[in-house]
Structures are given as C-alpha cells and as structure tokens.
C-alpha cells in the first residue's frame, strides 16, 4: 500500500495520548476511502494527506522557542 509514507510521518504522533484517538479516526477513514475509491484517486488523496502532514509538522518547529533548535 503507498499509504506508508504518511503513516510513517504520523507514527510520531503516536505516544502523545491526545493524538492517539485522531490516528485511529484517521486511518478508519482511510480504509473507508480506500474501498470506495479508485486507485489513481487514492494516491491523490494520499499525496494531499502527506502534504497535510508535512505542513502541520512545520507550523509546529516555528512555533516552538527560538532557543529550542539546538537539539
């Protein structure tokens, strides 16, 4: 399944408790989508949820204290 990716990017958001409920809505309503959808129109709807992913993680590193980025 190409849906790796995003699942690999959501997978850090697995040990905070209060992402835990989202991820399993997130990933019930994949599978729903997935089954009514083709496969072309699925790898858009992948795309658009890494896209999602990856600006949400971005929004959250400039949100954080400027003295915060020397890990």
């Known amino acids: 399944m190409m849906a790796a990716p995003v699942l690999d990017m959501l997978e850090q958001f697995e040990n ?3 992402c835990q409920a989202i991820l399993s809505q997130i990933r019930e309503l994949e599978s729903e989508i997935k089954e009514r959808v083709d ?8 795309r658009w949820e890494e896209l ?3 600006i949400l993680v971005e929004q959250q590193k400039h949100l954080l204290p400027k ?3 020397h890990h």
């Open 16 to 18: 905070i408790s209060q």
């Open 39 to 46: 496969e072309e129109s699925w790898q858009l709807i992948i």
């Open 52 to 54: 999602w992913v990856q």
């Open 67 to 69: 003295g915060d980025d």
